[in-house]
């Protein structure tokens, strides 16, 4: 039955594990797949791929650099696919650009899904997973993503996900600050500020914290001193308002229809948090806790102070009580004078730092 044929489409490379896993995820919900390595010793390539394609109602286009690259075959797929008028469903696996025959496309991502070890995020995938199989059940239509493209060009985001793979596969200890982590996210308070020495493992335990909680982490910022753009206030507001975009329904729809989305910069970073974050967020009413964590944050302070601080100290009574953030960085004066009234605490000193270099090394 062609209704439930779908063809995969992708650039052969690290992602091989996930795809595989999803076709066979696709099988077990009754669609019939066709992935390429279930083909390979079976005659004319060609002819087995052209006839898998024009059987098929659902054509799924795992975007990645090999699968958009000229040189790949990918692209010759994409062509018969909109030839045969299939229904052509981009599905993320990086940030490359979709190609302009489908640039209109909404597109589905699998990024936010996948874990460092080549796996996927379980719970960020299983509903990855689910909003596919209603888009293939014709229980929802993908549409089109002007809006999209409007919102990535207007608040120009930058990923902080390649940053999070450092840690995974060798991280250890830290129990004692997950569970402060924890206890804040089931309190009234917003602000958890994590202080702690230069390389005492700050940046790890945030990237950890992505992978422990994945469902609980909406947006993750990691600071940078020797990058402009990662210590720009206003860089670091429109990327956390796009990774909450991604995972708030309600909120990316506001976003796309705020009437100065295409002047944000020309706000100074106060209005632009009350204009992104506090005035559209407060209108949602979020079912759970949501992190925003923001890492290394005293390599934004200049001359005495730090803008984010500040934004925040003057906007705490009306940050929505689901979104809670999770900032780390050294005990500056300049952060340490805002955050000490305003957040939860929890100080990384150097016998708790000793007691997990044991573990570690154990």
């Not at 994590?194 to 992978?211: H, P, R, V």
Request: glycine residues 6%.
């Amino acid at each position: 039955m062609k209704d439930r044929n779908v063809f995969i489409s992708y650039g052969h490379g690290k992602h091989d594990g996930v795809v595989k896993r999803l076709a066979d995820d696709l099988r077990a919900l009754g669609f019939s797949v066709f992935l390429d390595v279930d083909y390979l010793k079976k005659g004319d390539w060609e002819a087995i791929i052209d006839e898998h394609i024009l059987a098929s109602r659902y054509f799924l286009f795992m975007v990645s650099a090999r699968s958009v690259s000229r040189e790949g075959y990918c692209l010759n797929e994409l062509c018969r696919a909109g030839e045969n008028k299939s229904e052509i469903v981009p599905i993320l696996l990086d940030d490359s650009l979709l190609p302009l025959s489908i640039n209109k496309h909404q597109r589905l991502s699998l990024i936010p899904s996948l874990a460092p070890d080549g796996g996927v995020v379980e719970s960020v995938y299983k509903n990855f997973l689910q909003s596919l199989f209603e888009i293939l059940s014709g229980k929802a239509a993908l549409g089109f993503s002007s809006g999209e493209d409007r919102l990535r060009a207007a608040l120009k985001p930058i990923s902080s996900k390649e940053l999070t793979y450092r840690y995974y596969a060798t991280f250890c200890g830290r129990h004692d600050v997950f569970r402060a982590v924890e206890q804040f996210l089931e309190s009234e308070r917003n602000i958890f500020w994590l202080s702690a020495g230069a390389g005492t493992g700050k940046t790890a335990i945030s990237s950890m914290l992505t992978w422990r909680y994945p469902a609980s982490v909406g947006a993750a910022h990691f600071c940078k001193f020797n990058n402009s753009d990662r210590v720009n206030p206003k860089v670091i507001i429109t990327s956390i308002a796009y990774q909450l975009a991604e995972v708030i329904a309600p909120y990316h729809e506001k976003l796309t229809t705020l009437m100065e989305l295409d002047t944000l910069f020309e706000k100074n970073a106060t209005r632009l948090f009350e204009y992104l974050i506090i005035e559209p967020l407060s209108a949602i009413d979020h079912d759970g806790k949501l992190m925003v964590i923001i890492d290394a944050l005293d390599e934004c302070s200049w001359r005495g102070s730090n803008e984010i601080c500040t934004i925040l100290q003057r906007t705490k009574d009306n940050l929505p009580k689901w979104l809670k953030f999770v900032l780390t960085s050294r005990n500056e004066s300049a952060i340490r004078r805002i955050l000490l009234p305003i957040a939860v605490t929890y100080s990384l000193t150097a016998d708790k730092t000793e007691d997990n270099l044991r573990e570690y090394y154990r």
